[in-house]
């Protein structure tokens, strides 16, 4: 298969002439090699989620959207992102979701039609299920993107996939999460007797303040980077619809933790 510049600059898989009339799935494993697969359930067996960026997006002057990466604490990482929409999709899916494996702009669906798509992202989660994610806010998503998503759902159909679009987030649970996000990593980890001790504090609601208090009374400061670890792995819950807050009221969270 030859790669082809497609309209926005970016390489990608050319179409497949020969093969129009069937729905196909294009991906490259790490090895760099190409596979060509018709949209059938023997996909669910094939390693599509550590597969190779196949379409990969160059920067521009004057550029609207803003390419990186980013780190997914859960699988150790780095995941990269087309636009900042996209980044925080990571980031929710990070923070509310627990995923095994995961993978951006991991494969070209050719639809029986001829026409392409390369969905944005693909994740197994814990439970088993493989995940195909469109991530566009809805304001966004005009007649031709909707028929291209619907196209999507109906291939992801035929594979056993499930198929999410990610279209909007709710300001103030973006903003939570923005900030917890900043203690993922594992230097922020409480040690053992310090978890133990905020555990045990938290059979019943306590403050922001009171908790960090109990994790370092002379340092509530240090303490408090203690909770924001424990609530990013969600040992520790709150209201994410309101501001975190000193005075947010933080309950323990046996159901979703994830250390």
Same mark, same amino acid.
């Given at each position: 298969?030859?790669? #082809?510049?497609?309209?926005?600059?970016?390489?990608?898989?050319?179409?497949?002439?020969?093969?129009?009339? %069937?729905?196909?799935?294009?991906?490259?494993?790490?090895?760099?090699? &190409?596979?060509?697969?018709?949209?059938?359930?023997?996909?669910?067996?094939?390693?599509?989620?550590?597969?190779?960026r196949i379409r990969v997006g160059h920067?521009?002057?004057?550029?609207?959207?803003? *390419?990186?990466?980013?780190?997914?604490? &859960?699988?150790?990482?780095?995941?990269?992102?087309?636009?900042?929409?996209?980044?925080?999709?990571?980031?929710?899916?990070?923070?509310?979701?627990?995923?095994?494996?995961?993978?951006?702009?991991?494969?070209?669906?050719?639809?029986?039609?001829?026409?392409? *798509?390369?969905?944005?992202?693909?994740?197994?989660?814990?439970?088993?299920?493989?995940?195909?994610?469109?991530?566009?806010?809805?304001?966004?998503?005009?007649?031709?993107?909707?028929?291209?998503?619907?196209?999507?759902?109906?291939?992801?159909?035929?594979?056993?996939?499930?198929?999410?679009?990610?279209?909007?987030?709710?300001?103030?649970? #973006? =903003?939570?999460?923005?900030?917890?996000?900043?203690?993922?990593?594992?230097?922020? $980890?409480?040690?053992?007797? $310090?978890?133990?001790?905020?555990?045990?504090?938290?059979?019943h609601p306590r403050s922001f303040a009171?908790?960090?208090?109990?994790?370092?009374?002379?340092?509530?400061?240090?303490?408090?980077?203690?909770?924001?670890?424990?609530?990013?792995?969600?040992?520790?819950?709150?209201?994410?619809?309101?501001?975190?807050?000193?005075?947010?009221?933080?309950? %323990?969270?046996?159901? *979703?933790?994830? =250390?």
């Open positions: 298969m030859t790669l #082809k510049k497609n309209n926005t600059g970016r390489k990608a898989p050319a179409r497949i002439p020969s093969l129009v009339q %069937k729905d196909l799935v294009v991906w490259i494993d790490r090895a760099k090699s &190409q596979h060509v697969r018709s949209a059938t359930p023997a996909l669910l067996h094939e390693p599509i989620q550590q597969a190779k920067q521009y002057k004057a550029q609207r959207s803003f *390419h990186g990466l980013y780190w997914f604490e &859960q699988t150790g990482q780095h995941i990269w992102y087309e636009s900042l929409f996209e980044m925080t999709a990571l980031m929710s899916l990070d923070f509310f979701h627990d995923i095994r494996a995961i993978s951006s702009q991991p494969m070209m669906m050719q639809f029986a039609g001829g026409k392409l *798509h390369f969905p944005d992202l693909f994740a197994t989660h814990a439970d088993g299920r493989q995940v195909v994610y469109d991530v566009r806010p809805a304001h966004l998503i005009d007649d031709a993107a909707a028929e291209q998503f619907a196209e999507t759902r109906r291939l992801c159909g035929l594979v056993g996939w499930e198929y999410q679009l990610f279209t909007a987030i709710d300001p103030i649970v #973006k =903003n939570n999460i923005e900030w917890l996000a900043g203690y993922r990593h594992e230097r922020h $980890i409480p040690r053992p007797h $310090i978890r133990d001790r905020v555990m045990t504090a938290t059979v009171e908790l960090a208090a109990v994790v370092d009374a002379e340092h509530p400061a240090l303490g408090a980077m203690a909770l924001y670890n424990l609530l990013w792995n969600r040992s520790l819950a709150f209201d994410m619809t309101l501001p975190l807050t000193t005075v947010t009221l933080i309950s %323990k969270d046996n159901s *979703h933790d994830r =250390n």
